[in-house]
């Protein structure tokens, strides 16, 4: 049983930058292709990037460039840095973790799931 624990979320204006963190525990971190998802409010769950094993990374078209999924393979922590926020960022950030090589941008290859940081994006 793998359990994630996100940290990290806030309030930040347009335009500025924010770290989430995501420490795995009870599970071998580096077997897993790692995944960040977020809820907008009234909208459905949604990918936001994902990295494997071996550190391909892979990202929503809206976030590509402004946010960078990382991992720490020793801290069993994968890391979203997002810059450059816009108020459509706001969301509850959500991580997750598959044993699946494929699928990485579905959420039903995630076995397992944080509870949620919110993140709001806001003058």
């Known amino acids: 049983q793998v359990r994630l624990v996100e940290s990290g979320g806030g309030l930040v204006q347009p335009g500025g930058s924010l770290r989430l963190s995501c420490a795995a525990s009870?599970?071998?971190?580096?077997?897993?292709?790692m995944g960040w998802f977020r809820r907008a409010p009234g909208l459905e769950r949604k990918f936001v990037a994902a990295?494997?094993?071996?550190?391909?990374?892979y990202y929503l078209d809206s976030v590509a460039g402004r946010f960078t999924i990382s991992r720490d393979n020793a801290k069993n922590t994968v890391y979203l840095q997002m810059a450059s926020l816009k108020p459509e960022d706001t969301a509850v950030y959500y991580c997750?973790?598959?044993?699946?090589?494929?699928?990485?941008?579905?959420?039903?290859?995630?076995?397992?799931w944080g509870q949620g940081a919110q993140v709001t994006v806001s003058s």
């Open positions: 997750a973790a598959s044993p699946s090589g494929s699928g990485w941008n579905d959420q039903r290859t995630y076995n397992y």
């Open positions: 990295i494997t094993w071996t550190g391909r990374t």
């Open positions: 009870g599970g071998t971190f580096s077997s897993y292709v």
